[in-house]
């Protein structure tokens, strides 16, 4: 039977596996996987996890690294009928285990018995496990599980400005329906290959795999995403890259290398997906002025799963550039409806600022377990021609023109974007407030030359012989590196004002690293 608008996307490659199987799927450094191969490793992996009691709305730790196993182990835990739980495995042992208390997690994939040991030894936990290093059975295994489109399809964890990471709780029926929307406005065809780049534990990864295998694409797993892109683009012309999907900071610095030194890119690159943070309108006229690759950038949260917006402009909008100014964050997609909303949830004038909300089927089902920050930012939608529906409170003002695209004007709140991560700094400011000689703290993030960083300043207990150094040593073994300050300032005490309110004005300027 072919897939309906509504079908689960395991089951949309199941069936792609189904009437494309020797194509293929998967290509990395490890080797390929044709559509069949693929299906088969996941279904034995999905036998092992419903073996060990795996099943509907349970949370399986996806424990592998980017390549064959990350795309077996994600299938095959979607086969199981289960949840993947995206993480970072570089994260602080402690944060993993923070982690997967707060998602319920008891299940795990690993490519084999030593990385499941080592998985257990750093969460201090029994994981029931299964091994994606499992070979194919020769005949067809167990079919995958029957899936809801309701029921969960992953949990990722943002910041949090409780001090607490937000799991956030996509479903089957949201992802569906945005792999759908994207793999239409990427035109992915089965003749695409498509650039695996962004981390696992980022949802981009999902955006780059997804609507790739639901088309019949080819996922390429480059196995280091940290080189530069004038030594990316070598791997693209090998592997005949059509499509890439990079983090704006590192397309900025693509189309900077490009315009101090011209020249051509691999001629299968056919278009260029940008997102995860804000760009520059100068950047998108030198790179249209030469010639290269359309380019499509886009907006989007966790809980409006992946991405909501996009914005590609045309030669006229190109030429309207006045200035170098942040590139739009655009229309929103199928489906996606963005409402531009005053403080008492009424809609804004046209060129009248107000923040962000987001609603339709683009919505995650909230944060799981945790039902009261649902309910605080995932509130009831006054616009819906369906009563119930939600809408999703982003936090980012915005203002838009008459008949044009939405622009972003900054945040309502103390969010901030770190080297693409979102930042809670109520988050930043728990951390370095839970050392026990620290007695007050402010984060704030500051401008420098490779983009925003986040810097903390703290006031200690008398006698204290906390170092700046130290304290940073004691939060990197704690939290990822992005929630880490790159400068910490010690004082004696805050400057507050007489009413007892932080004076900003009278922090010290910290000192450029």
């Not at 999905?46 to 730790?61: H, N, S, Y």
């Not at 693509?254 to 101090?260: G, I, N, P, T, V």
């Not at 690159?269 to 995860?276: K, Q």
Request: proline share 9%; charged share 20%; glycine share 10%.
């Amino acid at each position: 039977m072919s897939p309906t608008e509504t079908t689960p996307v395991p089951l949309r490659i199941a069936h792609r596996a189904g009437i494309t199987p020797e194509a293929t799927a998967v290509r990395a450094a490890e080797g390929e996987l044709t559509y069949r191969q693929f299906d088969r490793r996941a279904r034995a992996v999905a036998e092992e996890l419903r073996a060990a009691g795996a099943g509907p709305e349970d949370t399986v730790l996806l424990g592998v690294r980017r390549g064959l196993h990350w795309a077996v182990g994600l299938l095959g835990i979607w086969y199981a009928g289960a949840a993947a739980l995206l993480v970072d495995l570089d994260a602080p042992d402690e944060r993993l285990r923070t982690l997967l208390d707060a998602a319920g997690t008891r299940h795990a994939v690993a490519p084999d018995t030593y990385a499941a040991a080592m998985l257990q030894r750093r969460t201090g936990r029994e994981l029931f496990w299964a091994a994606t290093s499992t070979a194919a059975p020769t005949a067809a295994a167990e079919p995958p599980a029957g899936i809801d489109p309701g029921s969960l399809a992953y949990v990722l964890f943002t910041s949090g400005s409780t001090g607490l990471p937000k799991p956030v709780a996509v479903g089957h029926a949201g992802l569906a329906a945005q792999v759908r929307t994207l793999a239409e406005r990427y035109g992915l065809t089965a003749g695409d290959a498509v650039l695996q780049f962004a981390a696992p534990a980022f949802d981009v990864s999902l955006e780059e795999a997804l609507p790739t295998w639901c088309t019949g694409g080819t996922a390429v797993f480059v196995t280091d995403n940290v080189l530069s892109p004038a030594e990316l683009e070598p791997f693209l012309a090998e592997q005949r890259i059509s499509v890439v999907n990079l983090p704006t900071p590192y397309w900025t610095q693509w189309a900077k290398d490009l315009e101090r030194a011209p020249r051509a890119l691999p001629g299968a690159l056919r278009r260029v997906v940008i997102g995860s943070d804000a760009g520059r309108t100068a950047d998108l006229v030198h790179w249209a002025a030469a010639g290269l690759p359309p380019v499509v950038s886009c907006y989007g949260l966790t809980e409006s799963t992946i991405t909501a917006t996009s914005y590609e402009p045309g030669a006229a909008e190109l030429a309207g550039f006045a200035g170098d100014e942040l590139i739009p964050l655009g229309e929103p997609l199928a489906g996606v409806r963005a409402y531009v909303l005053d403080e008492e949830l009424r809609e804004a004038p046209p060129g009248t600022p107000g923040e962000l909300y987001l609603a339709g089927s683009c919505l995650a089902r909230g944060y799981h377990g945790r039902p009261a920050l649902t309910s605080e930012r995932f509130v009831a939608d006054p616009f819906a021609e369906v009563p119930g529906e939600r809408m999703y409170r982003t936090g980012d003002r915005v203002t838009r023109a008459p008949g044009g695209p939405l622009v972003f004007l900054g945040r309502a709140d103390d969010q901030v974007k770190i080297r693409g991560h979102r930042v809670e700094l109520k988050e930043v400011e728990a951390s370095v407030a839970a050392h026990p000689d620290v007695v007050d703290v402010v984060a704030r993030a500051v401008a420098a030359a490779g983009g925003p960083q986040l810097a903390a300043w703290a006031a200690l207990t008398p006698g204290s012989a906390l170092t700046p150094d130290a304290l940073r040593r004691h939060l990197l073994a704690k939290m990822p590196g992005y929630l880490v300050p790159a400068t910490v300032i010690l004082m004696e005490r805050l400057p507050r004002t007489p009413g007892g309110k932080l004076d900003p004005r009278a922090l010290p300027a910290p000192a450029p690293r």
